[in-house]
């Protein structure tokens, strides 16, 4: 355990991965504002270097120059009690899907793909992520030179923005951002430009689903200019009932106001409406919802193999029950860690057994099993 | 609980078939021969009494007739510690829902419907159980005159025959059966002609049906010219993998010759396929087995509403896991109980609250759940 990363000033690489992915994420604490529907809270900024080709267009060499820059800009500065830095050209695949489940990396970074499907894993790109919280993580050569992203648990947009902010002027200050005084930020695709801000928020909403009603919710989103997406973002499933709500376009609005938007109004009013039908779930439909939260307790504790899917599945229905207060056994913090340690990347690391399907999905029932049998505490 | 029917021969009547139905039935006693397999075999003949109008052709007062005769040389006999007998058409719907769910009377009998649909709820027509073991029931006026069928647990079909051939002589010596020295036992539909008998075991087939061998074991059996049913007899789903093989044509073959091939050849034949495919399922497949077999018990152990295929399905698939020494906890006696137990007539006996589906869902679930839950013996 006791490494080079230890030492002050010395950033952790890739080797401490496994390490840290024994650790809880900050964004799954499951506490916080709200933190009966609300998961989490995101902030995501886009920025380029000044200078620099964007992404579309930089050659390699071009691209190695902005991965060192900016890894050098990033380790400089004083962000975090502790930097995980990764080249995750340098990385193996399962390194960077552990780094993708914990949604410190997009998909598109670990494969090292730009939009369209240009690149492969050699392409030069990295990572820096905020010990031992992962409060933050800076993604270098993404579709942008640089995008900065800071979690909370909870709805909690304001502080995760400042978060995000605070290290985009540290950054700023050493790197020098392309910025236009017409359009704001300049980012590689112009549903970014202007603040470059992305603002979202993970909701767990098995009531609305479970009613029927999330069809609605989502339209209504939609039709406020905000992108529903699944537990992974773009192109993933809703597995489990967990929705990311986040705004679409950034150019031609504050900030602020967007931000103020989503935590004051589009989010608390989704929370009521979940609620809402939580209420109607336990006083008016009890004997039914009893009947699934104890269904999909009874699997989690039966099963002998797993998919990723129902584990999902099962371990959202079992949140609601406890928060319904009809589950006593079993402790929501338990839950909250098991979403990430069902996953593949984080199941290979932390079960001995062969690497394939089937295996994983004997060894994932097994750990779902061990940790719901348990009392809670244990 | 003391009345009439406990006073020496006073028959039981209608009012006494839920204290009836409190007990076990000795078809379902999971016991006998073979009895991992084979849960119970039942020889059932078909007689009408000589000189008078077969059911087709017999108006109401003919089958009056026939009702009395029969009631009267049935209670006459000396067939059993205790005689139960029922007026059907002077009996509740649920009463007689109750003699089908123990199999001791047929759907139709119960509706009093004749092949093709004549007939009403009204029609004259009975049964006697013999009690207290219901190892016997003879239906006066359903497709015949008289069926006589007697039950045991487990592969007993010589015994099971010997049984109903006893009962057969001392009706026959007091009715009279029409019988003709080139066709045998007269029935009203030609394929009962002959010996009027009909062999048929219950088999438990969990294995063969999930090893997908269980088409190929129905279209052998029927290519020997076997019908393969469901739990509750013709037209019946094959709910919770219990299927129902019986000779389908009677005229031509001796009796013994049927019995010594379904008792010796066909029926060891099945078993020994169904315990093949166990031991595939238990030593090639054993986690996908562990995991059906949990899941199982886990649903019927979580479930807070269950239909009765539900409830089947697991109690079949539990049943399967305690047989192949995965399941610990649970009694086989409590699984073959739940059979009858779980069904509509039978929970509305035992159940105090509303008869509605949602309801029954309701109790079913609890009674399951409850008795699963308990340990062993409680």
């Known amino acids: 355990m006791n490494s080079g990363g230890d030492q002050p000033g010395t950033p952790w690489d890739a080797t401490h991965i496994t390490e840290m992915c ?18 989490s809270s995101r902030v995501r900024l886009a920025r380029n270097l000044d200078g620099m080709m964007f992404m579309p267009k930089a050659d390699r ?4 120059r902005v991965l060192e820059r900016c890894r050098a800009a990033i380790l400089e500065s004083d962000l975090a009690p502790r930097m995980l830095w990764v080249d995750l050209h340098e990385t ?4 960077r899907l552990l780094l ?26 990295g990572v820096a992520v905020g010990l031992p919280d992962e409060q933050f993580s800076i993604m270098v050569n993404e579709e942008d030179h640089v995008r900065i992203q800071a979690m ?23 790197l020098g951002y392309a910025f236009n005084d017409r359009f704001g930020y300049l980012t590689a695709c112009p549903t970014n430009l202007g603040t470059g ?4 928020v993970m909701l767990h909403l098995p009531a609305l689903k479970l009613t029927s009603e999330i069809d609605k919710v989502k339209h209504a989103a ?38 103020a938007t989503m935590q004051r109004e589009i989010v608390p009013k989704v929370v009521e409406y979940e609620r809402r039908a939580r209420d109607v779930m336990l006083n008016s439909r009890r004997r039914s919802t009893e009947d699934k939260v104890f269904r999909g307790l009874g699997l989690l504790r039966a099963a002998r193999l797993l998919s990723v899917e129902e584990a999902m599945n099962g371990l959202s229905i079992v949140r609601l029950g406890v928060q319904l207060g009809l589950v006593h056994d079993v402790d ?15 199941l290979d690391v932390t079960s001995p057994g062969p690497k394939n399907p089937a295996a994983r999905s004997g060894a994932r029932a097994d750990l779902v099993r061990r940790t719901l049998s348990a009392t809670p505490g244990e």
């Open 61 to 64: 060499a071009q691209r190695e």
């Open 332 to 346: 929501l913090e338990a839950i909250t860690r098991l979403i990430l340690r069902i996953q593949n990347a984080h």
């Open 92 to 95: 193996g695949k399962a390194e």
């Open 222 to 259: 939609e039709d406020m200019g905000l992108a529903v997406r699944g537990f992974y973002g773009e192109g993933s499933e809703a597995f489990g009932d967990f929705y990311q709500i986040s705004n679409q376009v950034t150019l031609g609005r504050s900030e602020s106001d967007l931000l």
């Open 197 to 200: 801000a992305r603002f979202s």
């Open 152 to 174: 909370r648990s909870g709805l909690c947009l304001a502080e995760a923005a400042e978060h995000a902010s605070a290290i985009d002027d540290q950054l700023d200050r050493r």
């Open 100 to 125: 993708v489940e914990r949604q410190l990396i997009s998909r598109s970074l670990a494969r090292g793909k730009q939009p369209g499907g240009a690149g492969s894993k050699d392409e030069p790109r």
């Open 22 to 39: 024994a650790r809880r994420a900050e964004w799954l604490r499951g506490e916080g504002h709200s933190a009966d529907v609300v998961m």
